[in-house]
């Protein structure tokens, strides 16, 4: 008797004729057609034995011989727990020892992941989505109450903090389950000061996503570490701004910030959560954002650096006097190339792919509104966290499925391809251009068709930096 499980990072979900199985730590994944979907639907959370599973499917595929059922899903179990997929056991005290086998959980979480297969399922899906809209990832903030006040926040400080029912969470939650989303992200304001939020992870963890947060770490304490791990959080993302702490405490208007979230982040990474820090570059830590990179590097954390900086959602633009002027951003593009390998690889890897812009005509700007959607903590939706003000529908008034389904505003939305900017698609720049909606909507006074001159200025220096530094050698 050979019984089968899930691993317990691994996660499957099944859309219109495709099953796909992902480990949530180190992002190995493979995808199903339609002809192997049964095999990946027997394999659950719930141990079965093997004899059982090839029962069950010569029922459902009575076309295929038993011999090659059988020895089709063996195959298939034995690479699926090479990749930390699944687990097998001889008794269920097997099983349970195998599946507490420690592997490695890169800290550093890989971007793209590993795929063993020659279909690499983020262009899969990027197409796929265009043609299915289906609910993959979303993004729920659970309160606006905050307690940092930080300078460049596209929150607008003036607005009444209010959290979300914790019965209504749940509904929700068991919603997206019903829609196959695999991915949701906890945050806020501060999702930490939700009063029910080791409740409400628990409850994610029973419906089976993967989790993740953003949190800016200054209440994490024992019990917080304690939900965080019997929820198998994915990753806990959090914002580090500098690490002398008048800088940092500057930006988040708290003294005394720097030092709790160090604390807060030592005690997640006690508990074998993946950290992931963001850090948004901008005039108050243009001169210390590095020592983050540099502190990140040595405990092997991943660091994102960002200075992008969107606008509030209320269209005032108050903050994005914390943006970095131009000769900032060339030399803090300039300082991450240096630091970063990764940068030069990713340019090379532009120099190598000759795009060809016009097959690009027809095709989406983004993932929002194909595959994500961002609930707000008053219930209000968006099709992402940036884009607040092209409010999509309330999740207080309709389900979930109705507003991904229904809304005019999602189907205006998905029927924009890069043909409604013509100007773009004869630019010589379009490779370096990471152009998005929320950005020209919250800068434009509500227009997500009209790019903002700041993109192209920053999108023309990409180029320029890296036509200098690649090209040449
Ligand atoms: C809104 S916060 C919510 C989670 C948590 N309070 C935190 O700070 O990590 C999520 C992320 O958005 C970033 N953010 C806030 N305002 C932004 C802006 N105007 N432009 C770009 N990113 C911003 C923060 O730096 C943080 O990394
Ligand atoms: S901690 Fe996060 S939500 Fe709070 S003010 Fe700062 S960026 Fe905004
Ligand atoms: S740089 Fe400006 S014109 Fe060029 S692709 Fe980007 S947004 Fe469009």
Not at 262 to 286: D, Y
Request: overall charge negative; proline content about 4%; some cysteine.
């Amino acid at each position: 008797m050979t019984l089968v499980k899930l691993h317990p990072d691994a996660f499957s979900r099944f859309y219109d004729g495709v099953g796909y199985i992902v480990n949530q730590f180190t992002r190995t994944n493979n995808l199903f057609d339609i002809n192997e979907l049964d095999y990946l639907k027997a394999i659950a959370r719930i141990p079965r034995d093997t004899d059982d599973i090839v029962a069950d499917l010569q029922i459902q595929i009575p076309h295929i011989p038993v011999d090659q059922i059988k020895a089709n899903f063996c195959k298939l179990v034995v690479v699926l727990e090479n990749e930390k997929l699944v687990v097998t056991g001889e008794s269920l005290e097997e099983l349970k020892t195998n599946e507490s086998v420690a592997y490695e959980k890169p800290y550093n979480i890989l971007e793209q992941g590993n795929t063993v297969q020659s279909i690499n399922p983020a262009i899969f899906f990027y197409s796929y989505f265009d043609k299915h809209p289906t609910l993959f990832a979303s993004q729920i903030d659970l309160t606006s109450h905050c307690n940092f006040t930080c300078r460049h926040c596209f929150y607008p400080p003036e607005r009444i903090p209010v959290s979300l029912d914790t019965g209504l969470v749940f509904d929700v939650l068991d919603q997206l389950a019903e829609m196959g989303t695999l991915i949701v992200t906890f945050s806020g304001g501060e999702p930490l000061l939700h009063k029910d939020f080791g409740k409400i992870l628990l409850k994610a963890r029973r419906n089976d996503f993967i989790i993740t947060i953003q949190s800016n770490a200054f209440l994490v304490d024992e019990r917080v570490t304690e939900y965080l791990r019997e929820a198998n959080v994915c990753t806990f993302q959090t914002s580090l701004y500098s690490m002398k702490p008048d800088d940092h405490d500057r930006i988040t208007g708290l003294p005394g910030s720097l030092k709790k979230t160090l604390q807060g982040i030592e005690l997640v990474g006690q508990s074998s959560i993946p950290i992931c820090v963001g850090c948004h570059v901008m005039k108050s830590n243009r001169h210390s954002y590095m020592s983050v990179l540099e502190w990140s590097a040595k405990r092997g954390v991943r660091c994102m650096v960002d200075f992008f900086m969107m606008a509030r959602s209320n269209f005032c633009t108050e903050n994005l006097g914390e943006s970095l002027n131009m000769k900032d951003t060339e030399e803090v593009t300039r300082e991450m190339l240096q630091y970063e390998n990764k940068y030069v690889e990713f340019g090379k890897s532009i120099k190598k792919a000759s795009i060809d812009i016009n097959s690009f005509r027809n095709k989406p700007i983004c993932d929002a509104g194909k595959s994500m959607l961002y609930i707000s903590s008053d219930g209000d939706c968006y099709p992402c966290a940036g884009f607040v003000g092209y409010n999509v529908g309330n999740v207080r008034q309709l389900p979930v499925k109705d507003i991904w389904n229904n809304s005019d505003m999602l189907s205006r939305l998905r029927s924009v391809t890069w043909n409604d900017f013509p100007e773009c698609l004869e630019c010589e720049a379009f490779q370096y251009c990471s152009m998005c909606f929320a950005r020209n909507f919250n800068e434009n006074k509500g227009n997500m068709l009209k790019h903002t001159s700041h993109q192209c200025d920053i999108t023309h220096l990409n180029m320029r930096v890296a036509t200098e530094r690649w090209f040449k050698s």
